[in-house]
């Protein structure tokens, strides 16, 4: 894996004062996010565009507002946007082949085929991409790299996995249905859990984007 960068110094346990700022973020967007169903619950079936547009936005706003609120050094590089070499374009490359391959295998072996992936309007397809951006920017980007400085890669990896599975909770709830999918959170937590190793190895966020790039697309086979 590149580590090509050095590790940012890490404290052995996170000072209640300077884990707030996060925990107040990421509390506060769930609560938000958690309304947001509700409210889109409400939506008629077609509108599809507020289902995708909306989340995309409170993501955006949650990442800005950290970075005005903190202000991290260099905020690009801070959140995992570096230079892209040749080592870490090969890891993002079999990280989306790796996991979309799986979904492919998936569907030989019994997995229902959807078929969306070359059904859906080239639109839906650029929402897909703006919200695996997002996602990552959120999740590996703000929370694991503060978690990171604040309490070391293992302890950040561990919540960080943890916080992508129970933000997608309310995500069943979304199109109408009543019920979380236990074995959907599993596969969900053990994706997250490799993109943040990714990010922690990597020491950036491309090959993260890569891997949830390959499984959104890879979902619609």
């Known amino acids: 894996m590149v580590d090509s960068k050095p590790r940012m110094p ?16 990421f509390g506060g967007l769930f609560l938000v996010w958690c309304l947001s169903v509700v409210w889109i619950r409400t939506l008629p ?21 950290y970075i005005v609120w903190q202000r991290p050094p260099q905020p690009a590089c801070w959140l995992g946007l570096v230079p892209i070499d040749p080592p870490r374009i ?13 979904h492919a295998i998936r569907i030989q072996v019994g997995r229902p085929a959807s078929g969306l992936l070359y059904q859906l ?22 929370l694991q790299t503060r978690l990171t400085e604040l309490a070391g890669s293992r302890l950040a990896i561990g919540v960080t996995g943890i916080a992508v599975t129970l933000f997608r909770v309310p995500s069943f709830f979304v199109g109408g249905g009543f019920g979380v999918e236990p074995g959907m959170l599993v596969i ?6 490799i993109a943040a190793i990714l990010r922690d190895r990597s020491q950036s966020l491309w090959p993260a984007m890569a ?6 697309f ?4």
């Open 188 to 193: 969900i937590l053990f994706l997250a859990l």
């Open 45 to 65: 079936p077609g509108d599809q565009w507020a289902r995708q547009i909306w989340p995309i936005l409170l993501w955006i706003g949650a990442i800005a507002l």
């Open 121 to 142: 309007p080239p639109e839906i397809h650029v929402w897909i991409v703006a919200g695996v951006v997002v996602n990552a920017l959120l999740f590996h980007g703000v």
């Open 10 to 25: 890490v404290k052995a346990a996170p000072p209640l004062a300077a884990a707030l700022p996060l925990a107040a973020l």
């Open 211 to 216: 891997l949830a790039a390959g499984n959104a």
């Open 90 to 102: 090969a890891i993002a490359l079999a990280a989306f082949v790796g996991v979309f391959a799986w």
């Open 218 to 221: 890879g979902t619609l086979l």
